[in-house]
């Protein structure tokens, strides 16, 4: 088993797990630890859990010791050093002239090292300021460009709501916003009311997002027609946080807007139609038929009467709204009528002209008798040859 204990090195900064070392430590109390800039004075954030050693991820880094009154008397040294360091390097920026802001200083426990953190538009050679830096303080000098979300975390301050910046109260990772967030809350996308201290969306649109989005689902869209205790109405805004919908009634001539409970609330279901129920327009035609129906039936082909069961058991089309669309299922039901109708190939047409004269039309019979299917012709024309 492996005791792990939580460790924090800056305020409102992120907490590591470390093996406590079979060392009594409580929250609250300051370590020594080992971390990739060597060893560090850290503040004791959760108190211990046992766990197996199975269950974690990665090798742990156990804590040295528990801090003393020297240890506590040299970070207290570092903070005033952290101080006149900052003044010297602002000196040194504006003597080589270069485009960065300087935003903090930090020292290492052991005075092994010194870090500037500084922000720029693009890239800068400090090249030049770093040899400065280090015949000054004769230490190993580092520079690391930051964010402005980094910026603002660590110089602090309050934001529009009059409280300090949660970045700096009790942050310990910055989560990622988006304008999405704030159209889904019905915000004014005004960027200087959705705008932190350091230009950026406000990290508190995260908080309630998830609260937003489940809400949402379960919530009727602006524009659908749904059911209230006053009759059907139009959903025209929503409340997410108070669950609530605005509905406009129709009252006589005007349109009175009401506000009622999500519970209160019934969609409107669209009509379901089933396979045994035929479309109308089948039904139409079924019931209207006439007689000699009976005569075509009989020429139809096998295939046909396929495809003609298969588009009956078909459910009839609906449009957006949900209803039948009538008069484009009557089309289909003409043209697959006019499919159905067999021509023999190679017979032809025969239209009577209703200027020829009656005595012409025995000989018209005459030439129809003497014409012939397609296959016959084929077959004196193979005897002939032979």
């Keep these: 088993m492996v005791r792990i204990v939580g460790i924090q090195f800056q305020k409102n900064g992120k907490v590591y797990d470390y093996d406590t070392n079979h060392l009594e430590v409580q929250p609250g109390d300051y370590v020594i630890a080992e971390t990739q800039r060597g060893t560090d004075l850290g503040q004791v954030f959760s108190r211990p859990v046992q766990t197996d050693e199975k269950e974690t991820d990665e090798l742990l880094k156990k804590l040295i010791r528990i801090a003393t009154e020297q240890d506590l008397q040299r970070s207290t040294e570092n903070r005033e050093k952290e101080k006149e360091a900052y003044r010297i390097c602002q000196e040194k920026i504006a003597e080589h002239q270069l485009d960065m802001k300087l935003v903090s200083v930090e020292y290492a426990f052991d005075n092994s090292k010194a870090i500037f953190y500084f922000t720029a538009n693009g890239r800068v050679d400090f090249r030049s300021l770093v040899k400065d830096l280090a015949s000054i303080f004769r230490m190993r000098i580092e520079l690391r460009q930051i ?3 980094d910026e603002a975390r660590m110089l602090g301050g309050l934001g529009p709501c009059g409280r300090p ?12 916003v988006s304008i999405k967030m704030a159209k889904e809350q019905n915000l004014s996308l005004n960027p200087t009311k959705i705008s932190g201290v350091c230009g950026r969306l406000m990290c508190c649109l995260k908080y309630e997002q998830d609260h937003y989005e489940q809400t949402r689902k379960i919530m009727p869209r602006i524009g659908k027609e749904v059911i209230t205790p006053d ?22 001539d005007a349109n009175e807007i009401k506000e009622y409970p999500l519970g209160m609330i019934e969609k409107v279901q669209a009509p379901a139609y089933t396979h045994d129920e035929p479309p109308r327009a089948v039904q139409d035609s079924e019931e209207g038929e006439d007689p000699s129906s009976a005569d075509k039936a009989a020429d139809k082909n096998p295939a046909d009467e396929t495809q003609e069961k298969n588009r009956t058991l078909r459910p009839a089309k609906r449009n957006k709204g949900g209803y039948q669309m009538k008069q484009k299922e009557t089309k289909k039901a003409e043209k697959s009528d006019i499919s159905k109708k067999e021509h023999l190939l190679g017979k032809p047409v025969m239209r009577e002209n209703p200027n020829r004269p009656a005595a ?18 084929v077959q004196k024309a193979m005897d002939s040859i032979r």
């Design 147 to 149: 964010g402005v979300r």
């Design 165 to 176: 910046i949660c970045c700096r109260a009790f942050l310990d990772e910055f989560q990622p």
């Design 231 to 252: 009759g059907n109405g139009t959903v025209t805004d929503l409340n997410i946080v108070k669950e609530t919908v605005f509905v406009r009634i129709a009252n006589g």
């Design 360 to 377: 012409n039309t025995a000989a018209v019979e005459q030439k129809e008798e003497k014409v012939t299917s397609w296959a016959d012709a």
